[in-house]
């Protein structure tokens, strides 16, 4: 048979093996991230302890330079001054080799260097631990920053104690949840008016999919609106329907737009019970529900679990208030010190 006929290839095995080759690249563009981020910290180390440390500080800025002109003629561009002290900044920040390995395989060099410019070390950790965990390109990352998310979950928690706790858990269980929900969500981008039905919030969501989407946070794949779903021959549908990768199970949404009521509890743990009869898979977790409203009474939330486990209740805010919002978050993080006694 000539070897110049192009003959038709099977569509499942090239599939397989497109996957195959798609993993491996995966993975190998992972392994070289990870290798490149410790690199940079260990280089930063090795500076910060044998040629800046004690009184050599001023002659070791010398050094630094003479350095980066060697490696530059050696290794090209990625090692001038300013990006070898990157690293030394690195290095000085996070000293621990325990620290910076975990997470290297999830932060790319690029996203290093925007988080060194937080010079609040909590928040900076926050945006660390976050932005690895749910693998942020350096725009979601930069969209976080500037849309105040490490204010609003502080804020919304009314402390910051155990907040540490809660980002470092994902590293030792392995569970996404406790970083997968957030409040309040600010869903300004709608242009919806301060008072609106909840027909409108939903067709809005739907003409806005992708900043929702972004503004949920990584992981969130739309699946459907208006999920039908029948019990004892009754018709109940389900507002929004996401799946989410990374905890491999559903998230039902229900949109509010008032407070929060007790019989919303009720709502939703009967769509999660439904979810979970008829459409979890296998190798899928158990469903969770996001009931987004106005308002919600801390005791009542409290209360009902709804701060924590498989249903939560968040906050939506669709004015155009990031400058109030701010100012308000300012605020409370002041009387969080002034009642700590800082």
């Not at 993993?23 to 991230?33: D, F, H, I």
């Not at 009521?261 to 019970?273: A, N, W």
């Not at 979890?280 to 679990?305: F, H, M």
Request: net charge neutral; glycine share 8%; aromatic share 8%.
């Amino acid at each position: 048979m000539s070897q110049g006929i192009d003959l038709p290839v099977d569509d499942a095995l090239l599939s397989e093996v497109t996957g195959l080759i798609e993993r491996a690249r995966t993975r190998a563009a992972v392994a070289v991230n990870s290798e490149l981020v410790m690199l940079y910290w260990s280089i930063g180390k090795r500076i910060r302890e044998d040629v800046l440390g004690g009184e050599r500080a001023g002659y070791g800025q010398v050094v630094v330079q003479r350095l980066a002109n060697a490696l530059t003629r050696r290794y090209g561009a990625g090692y001038g001054k300013s990006n070898l002290l990157r690293m030394v900044q690195f290095a000085d920040l996070y000293q621990h080799e325990s620290i910076v390995a975990p997470v290297a395989r999830q932060l790319t060099w690029t996203n290093v260097t925007i988080l060194l410019t937080i010079p609040d070390q909590q928040k900076r950790d926050f945006y660390l631990l976050s932005a690895a965990h749910e693998r942020w390109s350096k725009r979601t990352l930069r969209s976080r920053i500037n849309g105040k998310l490490y204010e609003r979950t502080i804020a919304a928690r009314g402390s910051v104690v155990g907040l540490q706790d809660e980002l470092a858990a994902p590293r030792e269980t392995g569970s996404a949840r406790g970083l997968a929900f957030r409040d309040p969500y600010v869903l300004d981008f709608l242009g919806l008016p301060p008072q609106q039905c909840e027909a409108d919030l939903e067709r809005a969501i739907l003409n806005e999919m992708q900043q929702f989407l972004l503004e949920l946070g990584s992981g969130f794949a739309f699946v459907a609106r208006q999920k039908r779903i029948i019990v004892d021959g009754e018709d109940f549908y389900l507002d929004l329907l996401f799946y989410h990768y990374r905890m491999r199970c559903f998230v039902a949404v229900e949109l509010k737009t008032r407070k929060l009521e007790p019989g919303d509890y009720g709502q939703m743990t009967l769509y999660l019970r439904w979810l979970d009869a008829h459409e979890r898979g296998p190798g899928d977790e158990a469903p969770v529900g996001l009931i987004l409203c106005t308002d919600k009474g801390p005791q009542q939330a409290a209360l009902l679990g709804l701060d924590e486990g498989e249903i939560r209740a968040a906050r939506y805010i669709t004015e155009p208030i990031r400058e109030e919002l701010s100012r308000r978050l300012t605020a409370t993080v002041q009387e969080l010190r002034e009642a700590s006694g800082r």
